[in-house]
């Protein structure tokens, strides 16, 4: 559930505490059609996350769903949570798939705060370093990923 228009997206750069993890409460369960539709829009056609006969015939056993949707959909769960107030994201790092995602699994995702430091050209700014890490209906890691993320500081 979206927050309404009177609540405040994200957080500012004070708020956010190096060390602090955030349990974000959007999930998100993976639907066929939002998978084939994203494997159109980027252009990818592997067999593996496409076809079923293909993907039947790999370790797997079935379709294994894109990686970079897994991302962008971990990155939005955390918009409300971490990067709402965001001038921009600077830098995506070390993205690991550690498990296989398939259709009907459905993501969570939890943020920790780990590093931030302010802008030395401009002083109504901060750099914050977080680690989101996402896990499927079982509690098992399926990815995580690191960015850098331009934010503003509360003013005074």
Known sequence: MLRNKNDKLGRYFQELIVGKSYIHSHTKKITDE???????ITMNRHPL???????????????VVVGTYIASI??????????GKAIANLEYEKIIHHNPVFIGDTIRAETKVIDKRKSVSKPDR??????????????????SLRRKILIPLRKK
Do not use: P, Y
């Not at 971990?74 to 990067?83: H, L, M, Q, Y």
């Open 34 to 40: 939002e998978h084939r539709q994203f494997c159109k």
């Open 49 to 63: 996350h496409l076809d079923e006969e293909s993907a039947q015939k790999t370790q797997f056993g079935r379709i």
């Open 126 to 143: 901060g750099i914050v370093h977080v680690e989101t890490k996402a896990f499927n209906q079982n509690d098992i890691l399926v990815l």
């Open 74 to 83: 971990v990155v939005g769960i955390s918009v409300e949570d971490i990067s």
